[in-house]
């Protein structure tokens, strides 16, 4: 089994995807092109978990609907499952549109709120003509259970239920078709934490039962570190960092992820309390920094960043890292990182 | 709390409810607080728990058709119960003052934040509007806005969340408060602007010699910038102890499980994460005896049967349940 799936294309494979909208400056400006992506490529494996994470602006919910194409993709190639998606037709994307689903960070914005629970589930099935009227039934049922809804939840309406069984009726019609991949993005980011666990404790499971693969886009790293295999990190349109989770979460390498992780609250008093090591907040798209993206956030940055982007090269031990100096900084933890005058 | 502090906030049973006369829903069911200046003390909870109601509560400014009740509200040793909404007007943006989750919808959108500056400083200081711009100035200074004169000229939309929030930290202390109410006001921020704005409000609380309540649903944050925790639930304070001794030993199995599930995500190594069942209970509807029963491992059926009262376990700790009563 595990010789097969590594044999079948991955559920999605990115290359050098580039998103870019025009758009005016605030004011009365010029039109200006904003790369929302920059080049960025990305791979998720059959059955796997994925992280993608970064700030407000980096990118990373853009990256997610672009390959669906809900976000205009100017470059680059997406495939999922081995399949072209941004020269797809009409109906070629229908059909690959079933084999990779989407789940928002509020449920009940992307729910039908006049419709029943049990036909919000069912609709996929209607729409891609999956089955028949008693085979939609059952499969309904059952798309419930897997998510942990109770039976009479189907005759019920979204806002009769809590949030968190909310998300779980989206995560629902999201399997109907039976997709390879779900993109999710900050599925868990407005449930409390109580509900959090539980909500990430059905992904784990229908997870292992389906097999299906998460692109699991969080700006909680926390989060993501618990539930994706390998992680990447996006800054301004590009990733700086990627890796396997625990080795980018224990040893990050790229200044921005430490500067992430040493920004995460841990609910230990008794550790010291963090001095915020990133200055400043992430420019505006419309304003990328030339030469490295992070320079004029980054307490390390010397001439060389302020003039040559670093590409994203190998570390050697399965993690890449797009900085010029990243074997050149300190190697402490960087909670106790110092706070460093920059550019 | 440590001895010789001067007590800033003194609240002993905060209530507060909605509805007409006859059907009233209690919706905070009896909050004591007390605030020393230079201490933050924090009302942790999740959605629901009425920790933001209790904080605007403080602020007399809960939603209309709600009512407030208190045996004592002191701030600063003055009692804002016996005060008239004209004298309580005075009183809001002076000696207590607030700042919000999103500075979006706490300024006006349509009018430049340099004039919004000037409207609170010449009504909460009582100066000159030339005057008012100087100090604005000094205030975006004192909270590492560096450009002010820029800024000041600028709309709320021209500028990220996290300047706004810089800029609405500055406004909230510029009559130098004795008690500051900061209801999550990084949850809308990203990480590492988190971690600034808090480090922001940790030295100003200082400078400016106030007291905080820190209201937040993140317990991480809590850990990290709280004296002082007071756990919420449906309503009221299940347990409350100085912040290490709740992180350290907790005793109310809400508070208990909350911490595990938040200890068990940020651990790489957890398999399955051990979540509370259901959800709490609507506000106004806590059920019978403890709210937390339906939802708790421990819970017998003394539980549903009587409210348990906030009792002390530990010097400073008061847990309510009737667990630790034995």
């Known amino acids: 089994m595990q010789a097969r799936r590594d044999e079948l294309p991955p559920s999605v494979d990115v290359r050098d995807l580039v998103v870019q ?34 700030e407000s602006g980096s990118g990373k919910s853009t990256f997610g609907r672009a390959l669906l194409r809900l976000a205009p993709a100017s470059g680059g190639s997406v495939r999922i499952e081995g399949e072209d998606v941004l020269g797809a037709g009409h109906r070629e994307l229908r059909a690959l549109r079933q084999r990779a689903q989407m789940v928002f960070q509020n449920p009940i914005g992307s729910l039908n709120t006049r419709m029943r629970v049990g036909r919000i589930v069912r609709e996929p099935l209607d729409i891609q003509r999956i089955g028949d009227r008693v085979s939609r039934r059952a499969r309904v049922r059952e798309l419930l259970d897997q998510v942990g809804l109770p039976r009479d939840a189907e005759g019920r309406y979204p806002h009769e239920l809590s949030g968190g069984q909310q ?145 994203l090269g190998e570390t050697g031990d399965g993690g890449r890292v797009a900085c010029h100096f990243w074997r050149e900084l300190p190697r402490e933890d960087p909670r106790a990182a110092p706070t460093r005058g920059g550019a | 709390m440590a001895a010789g502090t001067e007590t800033v906030l003194d609240v002993e049973n905060l209530r507060v409810s909605s509805g007409a006369r006859g059907e009233r829903r209690v919706l905070v069911r009896g909050v004591s607080l007390t605030v020393g200046r230079r201490r933050t003390v924090a009302l942790v909870g999740e959605s629901g728990s009425g920790k933001t109601l209790t904080g605007l509560a403080l602020m007399g400014l809960t939603p209309a058709g709600t009512a407030v009740a208190a045996e004592r509200l002191l701030v600063g040793g003055v009692d804002l119960t016996r005060m008239s909404e004209p004298e ?79 800029m609405m930290i500055a406004l909230a202390l510029a009559a130098e408060p004795d008690l500051l109410v900061a209801d999550e006001p990084t949850t809308a921020l990203d990480t590492t602007l988190q971690a600034q704005v808090m480090a922001l409000l940790a030295e100003r609380r200082e400078d400016v010699g106030m007291g905080m309540v820190l ?38 199995p809400y508070t208990l499980a909350l911490l595990r599930t938040v200890r068990e995500i940020a651990s790489p190594g957890t398999d399955r994460l051990s979540s509370i069942p259901g959800s709490p209970p609507p506000l106004d509807d806590p059920g019978s005896g403890c709210a937390f029963a339906p939802r708790c491992s421990f819970a017998t059926a003394e539980c549903t049967a009587v409210v348990p009262e906030l009792k002390g376990v530990a010097e400073g700790h008061d847990v309510a349940c009737v667990r630790s009563e034995r």
């Open chain 2, 215 to 252: 209201v937040s649903h993140d317990l991480g944050l809590v850990a990290e910038y709280a004296d002082e925790v007071n756990v919420m639930y449906a309503g009221r304070v299940v347990e409350r102890a100085p912040t290490r001794e709740m992180f350290a030993s907790p005793v109310h």
């Open chain 2, 88 to 166: 309580f007007a005075r009183v809001r943006g002076r000696r207590i003052a607030m700042v919000f989750q999103n500075p979006m919808e706490a300024l006006n959108p349509v009018l430049r934040v340099g004039h919004q500056f000037s409207q609170v400083l010449t009504r909460n200081l009582g100066v000159s509007r030339s005057d008012a711009r100087d100090r604005a100035r000094e205030l975006l200074d004192s909270v590492g806005v560096s450009d002010a004169r820029r800024r000041l000229g600028q709309y709320p939309f021209e500028m990220s969340g996290g300047m706004l929030q810089r």
């Open chain 1, 167 to 311: 998300q779980r009726i989206a995560l629902a019609r999201a399997l109907a078709s039976a997709p390879s991949l779900i993109i999710c993005d900050e599925p868990v980011a407005a449930l409390d934490v109580s509900i959090q666990a539980q909500v990430l404790e059905v992904l784990k499971d229908v997870q292992r039962a389906t097999g299906v693969s998460y692109l699991f886009i969080s700006h909680d790293l926390n989060v993501v570190r618990h539930l994706a295999h390998e992680t990447y990190v996006m800054y301004l349109g590009g990733v700086v960092e990627h890796g396997p989770s625990a080795s980018v979460f224990a040893s990050p390498r790229h200044p921005y992820t430490r500067g992430l992780v040493a920004a995460t609250p841990v609910a230990d008093p008794e550790r010291a309390r963090r001095s915020p090591l990133l200055r400043g907040e992430i420019p505006s798209p419309m304003e990328v920094p030339p030469g490295c993206r992070f320079h004029t956030r980054c307490p390390f940055a010397e001439e060389r960043c302020r003039e040559e982007a670093p590409v």
């Open chain 1, 21 to 54: 909208f025009r758009v005016r400056a605030p004011g009365v400006g010029p039109r200006v092109v904003v790369r929302a992506v920059d080049g960025v490529s990305l791979r998720v494996g059959r059955g796997a978990t994925v992280g993608l994470v970064g």
